[in-house]
């Protein structure tokens, strides 16, 4: 049976950023449960990405867990607003994006947490998703706990 303080929950949305936080983990030797979200935003080909790199890589499970952030709205992933295309960086700077997703990354980590306890890993206060600083995906590798081993968002030490 692999020791809890191996295993990490990743955040796997399809995207760049988080299939390297998936790569980064497993090169480390940590056993890789993978979970990705359809919250019914516009695109499905990044559940499809998604699905693609967990099998490439390796991961002993994946989840897709469907969950619906069109109840709010609020970003034009989730709700019948319009994409802005070519827009210059002084627009893209002036406010939040359309695109973002209220709370997206918050529920997410919740739920990577809820699976980290399933899965009997005992996060410390200095590795537990909340305190420290993730990228977009929600998902980054963390520092080097005491024991030498690094690990993903809401990985055991």
């Known amino acids: 049976m692999i020791e809890p303080a ?14 390297t936080a998936l790569a980064i983990s497993k090169a480390q030797g940590f056993e890789i449960y993978a979970l990705t979200f359809d919250y019914k935003q516009r695109h499905a080909r990044e559940i499809d990405a998604a699905r693609r790199i967990a099998a490439h890589i390796g991961v002993k499970e994946h989840v897709v867990t ?5 109840v709010f709205g609020g970003s034009a992933l989730t709700d019948e607003i319009a994409v802005p ?18 709370a997206r990354n918050t529920i ?8 980290a306890e399933v899965l009997h890993h005992r996060p410390t206060p200095s590795r537990s998703c909340g305190t420290r600083s993730t990228n977009r995906a929600g998902s980054s590798p963390s520092p080097r706990s005491s024991s030498g081993r690094s690990g993903s968002a809401c990985s055991a030490s």
């Open 85 to 102: 295309k070519g827009r210059t960086i002084e627009q893209m700077a002036r406010a939040i994006p359309v695109t973002y997703v209220p």
């Open 6 to 19: 191996t295993r990490s929950v990743v955040l796997l949305s399809g995207g760049i950023d988080s299939a």
């Open 108 to 115: 997410f980590l919740s739920f990577a947490l809820a699976w």
């Open 66 to 70: 469907k969950i619906d952030l069109r």
